[in-house]
């Protein structure tokens, strides 16, 4: 099915739930045309209702093909963009089996026999002590490392797919994730606020217009509205430096959000506030959280994970772990 003709269907389908209005009758100019084509509506919520019933407008009609289902996947990122949050679904959900990682050169393994899940659009807390591979299975599971065995499966689209997910190599787990680094402030780029935000986007055209709107919805999210763009990151706090790193990685909406012990270095006050950001995007996308500090993210989390002493696997903590897990959160810092 070609892509003029998807959407054409979709529009049919927005004017049907009157979701947008129905073009006029009268002849109009391919250029006209094709703008009323792509015409998508500005409410999140109608978008996420339009997208949902235009997927089974095309379960019903065409099936979901593999051509089709990619068709469908771009638009339904294109309508993300244009209402500014991701439908629903929009988190991966994540399945490790058995994922080793032993760098060239190394005398050992920094990670063996590692399984975890992670639901879409969950929150997860990822423990263990010093020396464990926490940081490495991070970067292997962003996509930053390749493991040398073992598999990483991506699932939780948007549009339909097969129902088993498919291995998801290096580059595609990095497509689908962001991270934020432990003290993200050794890792800025930019000297000022708009240079970090910016950094890699198109100089010019429609790309960067989106990523623009996106992030005046992101700055808010997050607390940095007021910040004056020019604002240089050296002056600001170390909590609001941690809300510029996390502004930058979800301007690109990722599907998998992996964080590196966010609260470490912060005071009471900015500790809070990044917890209720936390509490905010739960919902947005998949989250992991990489922190000793499990005592203060557990009643946001939704699972909380182990690893094992010197990365041998991991295995998911019941209440009665995590409680006295909590007793001697911290302990397992240096």
């Given at each position: 099915?070609?892509?003029?003709?998807?959407?054409?269907?979709?529009?049919?389908?927005?004017?049907?739930?009157?979701?947008?209005?129905?073009?006029?009758?009268?002849?109009?100019?391919?250029?006209?045309?094709?703008?009323?084509?792509?015409?998508?509506?500005?409410?999140?919520?109608?978008?996420?209702?339009?997208?949902?019933?235009?997927?089974?407008?095309?379960?019903?009609?065409?099936?979901?093909?593999?051509?089709?289902?990619?068709?469908?996947?771009?638009?339904?990122?294109?309508?993300?963009?244009?209402?500014?949050?991701?439908p629903a679904g929009h988190g991966?959900?994540?399945?490790?089996?058995?994922?080793?990682?032993?760098?060239?050169?190394?005398?050992?393994?920094?990670?063996?026999?590692?399984?975890?899940?992670?639901?879409?659009?969950?929150?997860?807390?990822?423990?263990?002590?010093?020396?464990?591979?926490?940081?490495?299975?991070?970067?292997?599971?962003?996509?930053?490392?390749?493991?040398?065995?073992?598999?990483?499966?991506?699932?939780?689209?948007?549009?339909?797919?097969?129902?088993?997910?498919?291995?998801?190599?290096?580059?595609?787990?990095?497509?689908?994730?962001?991270?934020?680094?432990?003290?993200?402030?050794?890792?800025?780029?930019?000297?000022?606020l708009v240079e970090e935000l910016?950094?890699?986007?198109?100089?010019?055209?429609?790309?960067?217009?989106?990523?623009?709107q996106r992030a005046q919805q992101?700055?808010?999210?997050?607390?940095?509205?007021?910040?004056?763009?020019?604002?240089?990151?050296?002056?600001?706090?170390?909590?609001?430096?941690?809300?510029?790193?996390?502004?930058?990685?979800?301007?690109?909406?990722?599907?998998?959000?992996?964080?590196?012990?966010?609260?470490?270095?912060?005071?009471?006050?900015?500790?809070?506030?990044?917890?209720?950001?936390?509490?905010?995007?739960?919902?947005?996308?998949?989250?992991?959280?990489?922190?000793?500090?499990?005592?203060?993210?557990?009643?946001?989390?939704?699972?909380?994970?182990?690893?094992?002493?010197?990365?041998?696997?991991?295995?998911?903590?019941?209440?009665?772990?995590?409680?006295?897990?909590?007793?001697?959160?911290?302990?397992?810092?240096?």
């Amino acid at each position: 099915m070609g892509r003029k003709i998807i959407k054409k269907q979709l529009k049919e389908v927005l004017v049907q739930r009157k979701v947008v209005q129905a073009p006029k009758s009268k002849p109009v100019t391919k250029r006209k045309a094709k703008k009323q084509a792509v015409d998508l509506p500005k409410d999140p919520q109608a978008a996420a209702d339009a997208l949902e019933a235009g997927l089974k407008y095309y379960k019903r009609t065409s099936g979901p093909s593999s051509k089709t289902a990619d068709l469908i996947s771009q638009l339904a990122e294109a309508l993300q963009q244009a209402t500014g949050a991701p439908p629903a679904g929009h988190g991966a959900s994540v399945s490790v089996r058995g994922v080793a990682f032993h760098p060239p050169g190394a005398a050992r393994p920094l990670l063996t026999g590692v399984s975890l899940d992670l639901p879409a659009d969950s929150l997860s807390v990822l423990s263990g002590p010093s020396g464990a591979g926490k940081t490495t299975l991070l970067h292997v599971l962003a996509g930053l490392s390749e493991a040398t065995a073992g598999t990483i499966l991506l699932g939780g689209a948007a549009a339909p797919r097969p129902a088993s997910p498919a291995p998801a190599a290096a580059p595609a787990r990095l497509r689908a994730s962001g991270v934020v680094f432990q003290f993200p402030e050794r890792h800025f780029l930019g000297s000022t606020l708009v240079e970090e935000l910016t950094l890699g986007w198109p100089e010019t055209g429609p790309g960067r217009t989106r990523l623009a709107q996106r992030a005046q919805q992101v700055l808010a999210a997050v607390g940095l509205s007021s910040t004056p763009l020019q604002a240089r990151l050296s002056s600001l706090s170390d909590g609001y430096k941690r809300r510029v790193a996390l502004a930058v990685q979800l301007i690109q909406q990722p599907r998998l959000l992996l964080l590196d012990e966010p609260l470490a270095g912060l005071d009471w006050m900015a500790r809070r506030d990044l917890l209720t950001l936390l509490q905010k995007l739960k919902g947005q996308c998949t989250m992991l959280v990489v922190s000793h500090e499990i005592a203060e993210l557990t009643p946001l989390a939704d699972a909380v994970w182990r690893l094992a002493d010197g990365g041998r696997g991991a295995y998911r903590l019941d209440q009665s772990a995590i409680t006295a897990l909590k007793l001697t959160s911290g302990a397992d810092q240096p």
